[in-house]
């Protein structure tokens, strides 16, 4: 068994430490604009995966194999398609949600709307396009998509409720001190 050096632990330490945020070192505006290039990279990968399925798609019709031409021949592996579309729409939709939250207050922020939400619907129309209908329940889909934002605005509400609490108990504590 190879023994390691303490000296390659520690240069190995401090350079996964290098390339992590740090609030003294690193700014708000390059953190956000690095969280937008990840997220776009997750947003045209998961799209085009979600296009254009792994294996390609079926070229012609076959009765007895049970497959029609322009659906994807990965759906053929009912559960293995099953969660990879799953799990590639969820990607799809949390990174739109990361695109839309940081463009917040752009300028153009309507016209990143927009074209987010065609995206969506792009992705949405293809996905059911080449998709064999027996094989994916739609409606599990449209929940997956909804995951992240719903998730966002529970952890807002939350957010919200817990600074009203917090504020409730100071006027009462200072309520109380005074009489």
Not at 116 to 125: D, E, G, P, R
Not at 150 to 171: G, W, Y
């Amino acid at each position: 068994m190879a023994q390691v050096h303490p000296q390659n632990t520690e240069r190995s330490i401090s350079w996964f430490k290098r390339f992590q945020y740090d609030k003294e070192r690193d700014s708000p505006n390059d953190a956000r604009n690095a969280l937008l290039v990840i997220a776009t990279l997750i947003a045209a990968v998961t799209f085009q995966a979600g296009v254009n399925p792994s294996g390609g798609l079926w070229q012609g019709d076959n009765v007895q194999e049970h497959h029609a031409a322009g659906r994807a021949i990965y759906a053929s592996q009912k559960h293995p398609y099953y969660v990879f579309l799953m799990s590639n729409t969820l990607a799809f939709s949390a990174s739109l949600l990361v695109i839309t939250s940081l463009t917040y207050k752009y300028p153009f922020h309507f016209d990143i709307w927009v074209a987010t939400a065609s995206m969506i619907v792009t992705y949405a129309s293809a996905i059911f396009a080449v998709t064999p209908h027996e094989s994916v329940h739609f409606r599990y889909l449209l929940i997956t998509a909804s995951v992240p934002f719903i998730t966002r605005f529970l952890i807002q509400m939350l957010k919200r409720c817990s600074n009203k609490c917090q504020k409730d108990e100071e006027i009462g504590g200072e309520t109380s001190q005074s009489v």
